[in-house]
C-alpha cells in the first residue's frame, strides 16, 4: 500500500509560479515511480510529468514542456513539481501518483492516487 497526500496548490496569476508537493508513506518511496497528472473541470485527466525510482529519468507532456519540472527527494519521500510561466489552461486539480511496475504515461498504469489539489491561474 502507498498512501499519498498533495500539497502547495492555491491561486496564482499568470506568469507566477507554484511548486506542488507529494508527501508518499507505506511502501519503499525508491522502489516506484511517481508521476503528475491534472484533471480540468468537464475534462480527462491527463499525463503532466513522471520520474523515475532513482530521478534519472523524467518525461513531460508537450503542453508543459520547458515551464514544468518534477523531482523527486528520497530521503523525504516526497516528489515535487515545480510549476512557472503558469497560464490560465493550466488551472485544474492536480494528482500525484505511484506507478509501482514501470514509468508510466497513462492514468491506468498508476496504482495509488492522492487527493489532489487544486490550482488556479488567474489571467
Known amino acids: 500500500q502507498v498512501q499519498l497526500v498533495e500539497s502547495g496548490g492555491g491561486l496564482v496569476q499568470a506568469g507566477g509560479s507554484l511548486r506542488l508537493s507529494c508527501a508518499a508513506s507505506?511502501?519503499?518511496?525508491?522502489?516506484?515511480?511517481m508521476g503528475w497528472f491534472r484533471q480540468a473541470p468537464g475534462k480527462e485527466r491527463e499525463f503532466v510529468a513522471a520520474i523515475s525510482r532513482s530521478g534519472g529519468s523524467t518525461y513531460y507532456a508537450d503542453s508543459v514542456k520547458g515551464r514544468f519540472t518534477i523531482s523527486r527527494d528520497n530521503a523525504k519521500n516526497t516528489v515535487y513539481l515545480q510549476m512557472n510561466s503558469l497560464k490560465p489552461e493550466d488551472t485544474a486539480v492536480y494528482y500525484c501518483a505511484a506507478d509501482l511496475a514501470n514509468l508510466g504515461k497513462r492514468r491506468g498504469e498508476y496504482d495509488y492516487w492522492g487527493q489532489g489539489t487544486q490550482v488556479t491561474v488567474s489571467s
Open positions: 507505506g511502501r519503499t518511496f525508491s522502489s516506484y515511480a
